[in-house]
């Protein structure tokens, strides 16, 4: 089975472990991610804006491209996958917006590809006991808090993954792989994302609060699918080293998480790239 | 803090304008505050989302062009689902963000974005935040 699948920008940069461990992953799941052949940047937001439709030319443009490929595109940053579900769902249910949108990207597309995230994949697609039944290294005894964040859930009537408020995907998955999933207060507390850029003292705060709120619950690493909460949760650990708190641990991707359990060569998960290496505590667990 | 209240102010042309960039109706803002309860930055703003709508509702724009909070806003968007009228702060605060950047006035200066961000960070946050603050 092959997937078509939209990397997007940052997966190609900065979060290539993230990219990579799906990739093998899929492989030993008995799958393939194929790349779009053309895709460009998805915006990184969803417009707020209904009147003005400029915002969703970039993303129409990919969803448009990845319908020529088939009728499914699947992605794995949780930005991504918000801007272009809700760009999809403008572009099928709002014949007027469409029309406009079609006419900026010289495109005829209708709104009739179904985003999927690679969460999906794994729940709808393969099923989370076929990807037990996978698991070669099961990682017993690893606490570890799975954190939702906002795009991959909000708004509800357009995301539709799971339960908004009280989701259970990610632990569904982190059950599968061995893992004790630690339920704590803030999993869908959002990270300060952009304000990365220009108020660091806000994401500081956000981030911290999720980390503490994981730690309180005994989480010994947090899971994540989006690069900008990886990131802002990474550095908040570092500010927050300099000051009193000590919430350092593991931040992972979900799919080195899974590759690593899966049997995967260490070598091709980005562990390194991590800030706090997830390798100690898999060691200290006997894993 | 005083408010004089008039119709020059309660169907002001800025009102209007933030409701045709939202598409939210103000007036259908109770006040029930669910939104500055779910909202993560409400601790950092001068006036919550619901205070900023009930400004709006009466009509200062003054006080609410002055106010940080449109800055503070992440879009992480749980004002919003936790609304039992389903109004959108979100959306409301990005108007007010909208009607500066699309004047041409920038909130963050590229050039003074830090080097080690632009090397280090994640591009959805440089993308992400240009088109938030940067006209």
């Known amino acids: ?287 | 803090m005083q408010i004089k209240l008039g119709k020059e102010n309660l169907h002001s042309e800025f009102v209007k304008l933030i409701e045709r960039i939202s598409g939210e109706e103000l007036a259908n803002c109770y006040q029930c505050g669910n939104c500055t309860g779910g909202c993560p930055v409400s601790y950092a703003m001068d006036f919550g989302p619901r205070e900023i709508i009930r400004l709006l509702q009466l009509g200062q724009e003054d006080v609410v062009k002055k106010a940080n909070s449109m800055w503070l806003c992440v879009g992480c968007l749980q004002c919003y689902c936790r609304c039992p009228k389903g109004v959108s702060a979100a959306k409301i605060l990005e108007a007010l963000r909208q009607i500066t950047l699309r004047k041409g006035e920038d909130h963050e200066a590229i050039k003074e974005v830090p080097f080690p961000f632009l090397k280090n960070a994640p591009q959805q946050a440089i993308v992400c935040g240009f088109r938030k603050f940067v006209s």
Request: proline share 5%; aromatic share 6%.
């Open chain 1, 1 to 287: 089975m092959k997937i078509p699948y939209y990397p997007g920008c940052t997966l190609n940069t900065v979060a290539k472990g993230f990219d990579t461990s799906a990739r093998h992953s899929a492989v030993l799941l008995g799958f393939e991610l194929k790349d779009l052949d053309q895709w460009n940047c998805c915006g990184a937001a969803f417009p707020l804006t209904p009147d003005n439709v400029m915002g969703l030319t970039a993303p129409a443009k990919v969803l448009s491209n990845a319908r020529k490929e088939g009728d499914t595109v699947t992605t794995l940053c949780s930005v991504c996958y918000n801007v272009l579900k809700r760009t999809n769902k403008v572009v099928r249910d709002d014949k007027e917006k469409r029309a406009v949108i079609n006419g900026f990207i010289e495109e005829e597309y209708d709104g009739s590809l179904n985003v999927i995230h690679f969460l999906e994949v794994l729940r709808d697609k393969i099923g989370f006991d076929n990807v037990k039944k996978a698991v070669k290294r099961p990682l017993k005894g690893i606490k570890a808090g799975a954190y939702y964040g906002c795009m991959l859930l909000r708004p509800f009537e357009d995301m539709g993954i799971d339960n908004a408020e009280a989701p259970t995907i990610f632990e569904d998955l982190l059950k599968s792989l061995g893992c004790e999933p630690v339920e704590f207060p803030n999993k869908i507390e959002c990270c300060g994302a952009h304000l990365a850029m220009g108020n660091e003292d806000v994401v500081t705060k956000l981030s911290g609060n999720v980390l503490s709120s994981a730690k309180n619950k005994g989480a010994e690493i947090i899971v994540t699918s989006c690069p900008l909460c990886q990131y802002n949760l990474e550095k908040s650990q570092q500010r927050l080293a300099e000051g009193a708190g000590n919430l350092q641990m593991p931040i992972l991707y979900f799919t080195q998480l899974l590759g690593l359990a899966l049997g995967q060569d260490e070598g091709s998960l980005g562990l390194d790239k991590n800030l706090f290496d997830v390798r100690p505590v898999l060691k200290g667990k006997g894993v």
